[in-house]
C-alpha cells in the first residue's frame, strides 16, 4: 500500500503556490494506476475485488476518459491549497462545481504582497483579449510602484480607523490572496483544459499548469488520456 | 394575462443598479400570485387545471416554503444585469447555482468608473470583520483620489502599448464591473437570506436589497413567507 | 415581437409525450435566432443594444458553441412536462444540472399505464449492453400481460388497506410517470448529446429526439452548430 | 495519526446495506473532532498550524454549523456502497450535489433479490403520503410471490433472446441495485435531515440512519451540533 505525496508546493508567479493538501483515494496498491483506482472501483461498482488486472483497468479508464462517462471520475477528489494574484482568483472561482474557502480581507489585515509581473506584455493587435510579444523589462516597476502607492493609502486608512472591508478596495487586483480548494477529477481536467490553454492568461495558465503536474503525478492513466485527446 | 415588467433599473450605490432582464414565467393571470403560479403548477405537475383557487393555491406555496420542499421553487428563473464594484461581485460569484456572464477587462478596456463611499465606516472592536460607526466624511476623499491615480497609472500603461490583461492589475477592487446573472428562485431567496444579513458586508446588502424588492414584485407569496420564516 | 409556442405535446412511445410548458425568453425580434437572441445578450452583457445584425449575431453564436464558451447557453431555459416509463426516468434524473418535480406514488394512486414495447428486440451478441434485432412481435403481448399481473396486484393490495407508498413497490419499471423538468440550452444539449447516441436505450432516445425537436425550433442558430459538431 | 475504519457494512432491510468504502481526510489527530479537523484546516485556510486546541477548534465547528455557514463542510466527502430496493435509490438519486454509479440492468443480468417487507404498513386517512400501523403480517408473502412471478417472467424472456434491456422493464421497483454514492458532508446532512423524517418513506430512513450513524462516528462534533439544531 502506497500513499500519495502531499504538502509539497509547487512555486508558481513571483510569491504563489500551488499545493496538494489532501486527496481521496489517499492510498493506492498498483503505482502504474495509483488513485486512477478509484476510477475502477466506482464504474465497476465492488470495492473488493474490483481490479481485473493493470491492463484491463487501464483500458477501462481510456474508455471511460475517451467516451466522456465522467461520473466515475468525480471519484477522486483533490483539496488544493492555492495562493494567486485575485485577478487569477477570479478566474479559478467562476468554476462552480467546486469548494472555495478563501481568507477574508475584512477578518485580518491584507499581507503587502502582490504580483509584479517580470516581463510585460504587449497588447496583442489582432485578437482583442490577448497580449503579443514583450515591452521594456523596466516598465515592470510601474507595477511594483503603482501596487506599493496604493498598499501605503491602504495603510493609511486603516491608522485612522477605517474598517479593513471598506480600507482593502482601493487595494489592486494584483493582491496575494489564499484559499482552499476542492475539487474533483472530471471537474479539475476541465478547469486544465480551459484554463491551460492559448486564449486564457498567461497568469492563470501557469496555475493550470501546476494543477495538471499534480493530476499527472496521482492520475497518470486518466491525465495520459485526456491530453492524448486535448492537445 | 399580465406580463411582468422588466428592464427598470434600481439604482444602488452611487453608479450601480440591479435590472431585471427577463424572467420565467413572464405571464400570469392570478395577481395574488403572479410568477407564484409556477411554483403551484410545478409541485402539482399539471399545466392547465394546476390552479385550484387563490386561497388553497397561497397555502400550498406556503407550506413548500415553510418545509423547505424547495425544488418547485426553481422554477421562477431569473436574469439580472448587475452593475457593482468588484468586491462585491466577489461575493455574487460565490454563490454557485447560477449563471454569470460578466464584462471582461481583457476584451475591453475599463471605464473610469470606481465606488466611492459616502460615508466612512470605522471598524468594529467587538466584530473582527464587521464596522461600527462612522468616520469624518472628509475621508471619502481620500478613497476617491487613490482610485484616480491608479486609473491614472492604468491609462499611461495602455499608452506605452501594455496589454490590457496586465495593465488591468494595478486597477482598485472598488472598479465597477457588469454582468448577467441568472438565478433561480430557490438559490435567490438563499442569496437573500445570507447576504441581506447585518454580518454582510454593508455594499453588499445594497445589492441584495435590490433583488428582494424585484422578488416581492414578481413572488408576493413565496417571498412574503419567506421573509416571515427569516427575519 | 414574437412568442414561442407552448403546450403542444409531442407523442412518444405508446402513451407518453414531451411538452414545452414554458420557456425564458418567450418573445423574440428576429426569426433567425428566436431565442437564440438570449444567448448574444448574455455575451454581450448589454440588453437594449445587443444585436449587431443577425450575420454577426449568428457568428457569435457559432463561435460559442464551437469553442465550449457555454455560460451564455445557461441564459435559454425549459420548462417541460414529460410522462415516460419510469426505466426512462432513471435515466434522464441522472443528468443533474435541472429540477425535476415528479408525481408521488405515494400520494396518489397509479394509474392503470405502462408500456408495452411494439417490437421486441434481441440481446446483443458483440455489445453487452445494446440490442441487435427484432424477436417474434408476439412476445409484445407477454409485456403487457406481466404488468396486467402486477397491476392486478397492486389493486389487491390498496383493497386490503396497505398503504401506497408500499403497494407500489410490486409495479414494474415500465410504468408511466410524469413529471416537470426544467434544464437549461447547455445541459439540455449535452442531454441530447449522451441519450440521442446509439449506445442510449432506444426509448430513452425517443424522448432525447423530441426534446431536440424543441429545441431546433426554438434556438435554430445554436441547434444547428451544436448537431454540425456532434453527428 | 490514526485512521478512519472502512468497509464495515451496516445492515440496512432484509438484504441490504451501506458501507463507507473511502472517506476525506482518512487520517486524523485529534480523537475528540476526527473529520471535523479538515472544517477547521479549510475554515482558517492554513494546514499546517491549522489547529488552536479542541476546545477552540470545537468552537468554530459549532459556529459554522449553527449559522449556515456551511462551505468548509464540504472539504469531508464520503464514497459510499449501497445496496438498496429500486424505490429507495429514485429517492436518493434526487439529492443531486453528490455522484452516482450505478451497476446497470442492461449490462448485467439483475440478482433475484428483492426487498419483502417484513411488516405491511396500512394507508394512513390523515396524511396522503403516509403510512399509519400494520395489517396482517401474512400479506408480507404477497409481496415476495408478486416479485418471485414477475422475475420468473423476466427470465422467461431472457431464455427466448429478449434484450437485458428490455426484459428488466417489467422487475418491479423493489428489486435491489447497487451504486457508488460520493456525497460531501453538508449534502450529507441535508439528505439526512429531509430523508431520516417522519414524512420520509420508512425504508428511505433506514438508509439515512445507517449514513448517520455513519457521520456520527467520523465526525462527531460537527454531526451532534446538527443534531441539536435539527430534532
Chains 1, 2, 3, 4 share one sequence.
Request: hydrophobic share 30%; glycine share 2%; aromatic share 10%.
Amino acid at each position: 500500500m502506497e500513499t500519495i505525496q502531499t504538502n509539497k508546493p509547487i512555486n508558481v508567479l513571483d510569491k504563489g503556490f500551488v499545493k496538494l493538501v489532501d486527496i481521496m483515494p489517499k492510498n493506492y496498491t498498483d503505482p502504474e494506476l495509483k488513485c486512477d483506482e478509484a476510477i475502477v472501483r466506482a464504474a465497476r461498482v465492488s470495492y473488493n475485488q474490483s481490479s481485473k488486472g493493470t491492463e484491463r483497468d487501464k483500458k477501462l479508464i481510456q474508455y471511460l476518459v475517451k467516451h466522456h462517462h465522467s461520473v466515475p471520475l468525480e471519484s477522486i477528489v483533490f483539496q488544493f491549497q492555492i495562493k494567486c494574484p485575485i485577478f487569477v482568483q477570479r478566474h479559478i472561482v467562476k468554476h462552480r462545481m467546486s469548494s472555495m474557502n478563501e481568507v477574508s480581507a475584512r477578518y485580518t489585515k491584507v499581507i503587502d504582497e502582490w504580483y509584479t509581473p517580470n516581463k510585460v506584455r504587449k497588447q496583442c493587435t489582432k485578437n482583442k483579449q490577448s497580449s503579443d510579444g514583450f515591452l521594456d523589462d523596466t516598465l515592470s516597476e510601474q507595477f511594483d510602484s503603482a501596487c506599493q502607492s496604493s498598499y501605503k493609502k491602504y495603510e493609511e486608512l486603516l491608522e485612522k480607523g477605517v474598517s479593513r472591508e471598506m480600507a482593502r478596495i482601493i487595494l489592486p487586483q494584483s493582491m496575494y490572496t489564499q484559499f482552499f480548494w476542492k475539487i474533483d477529477l472530471r471537474n479539475a481536467l476541465h478547469f486544465c483544459n480551459l484554463r491551460n490553454a492559448p486564449d486564457s492568461q498567461w497568469e492563470t495558465q501557469q496555475y493550470a499548469q501546476a494543477i495538471e503536474k499534480i493530476i499527472q503525478e496521482t492520475n497518470p492513466v486518466s491525465y495520459k488520456t485526456f491530453r492524448e485527446q486535448n492537445k
